[in-house]
């Protein structure tokens, strides 16, 4: 992939200070438990962007933080390596997910704070970017804004679209723009609160999504693994082992990867795989030393399996 033919990726989406708490041992509820605490660069927009950027996609975020409280001075410090092209919209306060993890690595509990970004990302000040997102050649959403924004942002994009779900109180705001989407990743009870359902077969979910609109379908499915769907049909991979995994961002990267390998013609679900283990592998929301090389060979040992 050269740089002169590469696609053009806007990501327009969160960008947060993850505050993860590692608790030592099985948590105790209404006590104070043992844990190891640790700051990330978060939020699902600017995680996947991370991601594409460090595999050398020109990619940029349009996001919303603060830069002048102490979360939103912290990220521009962590960000500056990395050399991501970010439109930054003012922000009353950055936004902060915290989040409780158990003994094995995995997420108990988690909260965001994420009313002020919501509210920074209107319509209004979206509209300074209209002509830029006109440009891309790909656009990703997220479900951190109102329906009325992302309507705004289907009829101004008019290339193929791809969203993430967020979490079971959020994917709702999808619904408007199901129809209009080309791809769209979310878990097992995100699908069921997006279809109203209290029950499914995960196939039977993904079959009932592409009807609604969006071909190409990422679910993961917790320790049973995943699913893809897309136009080479429905198929279904195995959790992926790794030793003291940390599955904070793992999620994101599984996305980012898919896309990465539909970008560059290569296996996409290899890719998508490929990715994830790598983050897993990290306490990080992305990991700190990826880089085009490190997926490759990450690549080449899932294409060899």
């Not at 990501?11 to 993860?20: L, R, W």
């Not at 008019?158 to 079971?168: N, R, T, W």
């Not at 897309?230 to 030793?243: A, L, Q």
């Not at 290569?266 to 790598?278: D, E, R, T, V």
Request: aromatic content about 6%; proline content about 3%; some cysteine.
């Amino acid at each position: 992939m050269s740089k002169s033919n590469a696609k053009k990726i806007g990501i327009i989406g969160a960008i947060n200070v993850d505050e993860i708490a590692f608790i030592d041992n099985e948590i105790i509820p209404y006590d104070s438990n043992n844990a190891t605490r640790h700051l990330s660069v978060g939020g699902v927009g600017a995680n996947i962007a991370r991601n594409l950027n460090k595999l050398q996609h020109p990619t940029t975020l349009i996001t919303a933080f603060s830069s002048s409280d102490i979360e939103g001075l912290w990220l521009i410090e962590q960000l500056k390596k990395e050399k991501l092209d970010i439109k930054n919209i003012a922000c009353e306060k950055t936004s902060k997910f915290i989040a409780f993890c158990d003994q094995h690595n995995d997420l108990h509990l988690a909260i965001n704070d994420m009313k002020a970004f919501e509210n920074a990302m209107s319509i209004a000040k979206l509209s300074a970017y209209q002509a830029q997102i006109k440009a891309f050649d790909v656009l990703i959403v997220d479900a951190n804004f109102s329906q009325a924004v992302l309507l705004y942002l289907i009829k101004e994009f008019p290339g193929p679209i791809y969203a993430e779900a967020i979490s079971k109180t959020k994917v709702s705001r999808l619904k408007p723009i199901l129809s209009k989407l080309q791809g769209l990743k979310l878990n097992e009870q995100e699908a069921l609160s997006l279809l109203d359902k209290s029950e499914g077969s995960p196939k039977m979910l993904i079959t009932e999504l592409q009807t609604l609109g969006p071909k190409e379908i990422l679910l993961t499915i917790g320790s049973k693994g995943a699913i893809i769907a897309d136009e080479t049909g429905i198929k279904t991979y195995p959790s992926i082992t790794v030793k003291n995994a940390h599955t904070i961002g793992a999620g994101d990267a599984f996305f980012a990867g898919y896309l990465h390998g539909k970008l560059t013609d290569q296996a996409k679900a290899l890719s998508a795989l490929a990715l994830a283990k790598i983050t897993l592998e990290t306490k990080e929301s992305v990991h700190p030393k990826l880089s085009l090389s490190l997926f490759n060979q990450t690549y080449k040992e899932f294409n060899h399996e």
